[in-house]
Structures are given as structure tokens and as C-alpha cells.
């Protein structure tokens, strides 16, 4: 017969077993309501994105942890470029074997105003949008399985960028920022900022690995809606989202990179369109019921709608403003 001390070791045994977690992932900020009634995820190498985000899960399915897990591997990839007769071409300007048309990738996660995942996906258990604060007190936006409780699983879905303590950037905030692919955008990323501090920021490696577009330049679009769709704080924008890196010395180098966008719920349909290499594509909300895709005559495109031609939008790197990080009057 199973004595008490058996029974209480089986029992510590097995939550040892169990899944691992922290409790401090799990404050969520209900004072915050979620905002985003899609995000898209971007990459010229979704194939890439998709190999990490399998690798990432497996690693928490071994070690029987709910944290840190990749949401990518949930839903379902569109490739817009994939069935082109030059899908397998190298991107024009760029040298990377990778950098081929054909890679180009993305994901979009429709969301309701109850936060609650509407795109269908592979979880077990239906996920919703929460928000919490990371170690540093950042607001960070996460998937959640279930309800969020101790224990569930949770994916890290992206950081809310609130603006500079100095109180410069609000042209493109609040913007939702992918964890990893925009933390070193801007600046340094963090690990090199506490482990190389004296390494300077090298924007043209920003350029060629991830691009320059990130979620600072999709906000500052975002903010910025074509008269027709009502009031705005911002000056009027064009009837859709830029996505291209214009790289090069005048812009002339074209891609579209990796990058997080999303839209606000009393936001529009919008298309989202981007030169990549020297084609242009429409990504998501694309006009009078296209389908995701090359445009082929991105002039009779924009003409027959009577929209303007896209133009390169400014850039946002923390260099561009004097001391971000200090508030204007310190006590």
C-alpha cells in the first residue's frame, strides 16, 4: 500500500515533470484593450522564419515549458511570388543565394475586439491576444492559449514601442515592433548594447539583413489615412501601406524585408503593397478583390484608381533624434 511520503514524492515527481514556468509572464494588463484587429508578419525568407519557429517548439516540447514559443508555426504561410515564372530568380542588387522571389512570405492573424484569435490555426486551444510587462516594465503583447492561466501556453507576439522618455517619436507611436527583428533596427540591439558597448550601429547591415522598414515606419503610414477615411491628428497619407526598404544611396535598392505591421479596428481595409527586387506585390487587403500577388504596372495600378505613385517614406533610426532616451526636463 502507497504510504503518504510514496504519494507526496510521486506527486513532486510528476509537477517537476510537468510543464515549467514563471508566474511573472502571467500578469496580464486588463486596463489595456487590444487594439490590433489584424497583424501581418513579413519576411523575404518565411521558409527561414517557419525552420526557426519548428526548432523553437520542439526545444519547449522537450523541455516541457509553455514560455517563449513560436506562434508562426500555428498559421499558415501565403507566398505571393511563389508561382511566378521568376519565383526562383535572385532578388536584382542583391547577392544572397536565399534572397530569391519565391521565399517571399507572410502571415496574417485576424483578431476580434474580445482580443480572440479568428484565423484558424493549429493550437489546441484557442488563442487571444494579452498584454504584460517584460523584466525592463515594456509593455509586450503575447498569444495565448486558452485564457492565459499559469501554465498555458504563450507565444511572444511583439513589443509596444510608447515613445521616447524625451517624448520625441509620437508621429509613430504607439507601434507594435516584432520582438527580435526590431530590436536592433534603430540602434543597437540590446545584447550588444550591455555586452559591446563601445560597437557602433552599422545601419548598412540593418539594410542587408532584415531591411529598413520596420514598425515605426508601418505606424507612421498607419497614422497617416488618405483624407476619404475620416478625421486624423496626422497629415493625410496615401490609400496604402509602403512597405518597401528603400536601400542604396537614393533608395534605388528595393526589397521587402522582415518586418511586423497591423492595423487598428476602426482602421479601413488598406492595401499593403512593397517593391521587392524590381517587382512590385500586393501583400494583404489588396484592392477591388485581387488576390495577394504581383501588380504587374504598378503606373496603370495606382492610375486607374487615381492614387498617387509610391514614393520612399522616411526612416526612424534613433540617430535621427537628439537624445531619445533623456526626458526633456530631468528632475
Known sequence: MWN???????????????????????????????????????????????????????????????????????????????????????????????????????????????????????????????QTRDGDKNRVAMLVAGEGLPGDYWYWLGDWFDGFPSGDGGEFTPALCHHSWDDGRYAKNSSDAYFHPKQKFDRKKVEADIGLFGCREWTYQLYRRPPHMGLQEFPPGPPYIDVTSYGGKHGEKTRIGNFLGWAQFDDPPRPVIGKHGKYWVCLHECPDGEKPGLIPDIKEWTGKRGWPLPKPTPTFPDSKFKNPYKPENPD
Do not use: C
Not at 521558409?47 to 508562426?72: C, G, I, M, W
Open 4 to 130: 503518504v511520503k510514496v504519494l507526496f514524492l510521486l506527486f513532486v515527481t510528476s509537477m517537476a515533470q510537468a510543464a515549467q514556468y514563471s508566474l511573472n509572464w502571467y500578469h496580464w494588463l486588463n486596463d489595456y484593450p487590444w487594439p490590433a484587429r489584424y497583424i501581418i508578419v513579413v519576411s523575404g525568407r518565411y521558409e527561414s522564419v517557419l525552420y526557426v519557429a519548428q526548432k523553437a517548439n520542439k526545444r519547449a516540447d522537450t523541455e516541457k515549458s509553455p514560455e517563449f514559443r513560436k506562434y508562426e508555426e500555428l498559421f499558415t504561410p501565403t507566398y505571393p511570388l511563389k508561382d511566378t515564372h521568376f519565383s526562383n530568380q535572385n532578388l536584382m542588387g542583391y547577392s544572397d543565394y536565399y534572397e530569391e522571389y519565391g521565399q517571399l512570405g507572410f502571415q496574417v492573424i485576424e483578431f476580434d475586439k474580445t482580443a480572440q484569435v479568428l484565423t484558424s490555426n493549429s493550437s489546441l486551444s484557442p488563442l487571444k491576444a494579452r
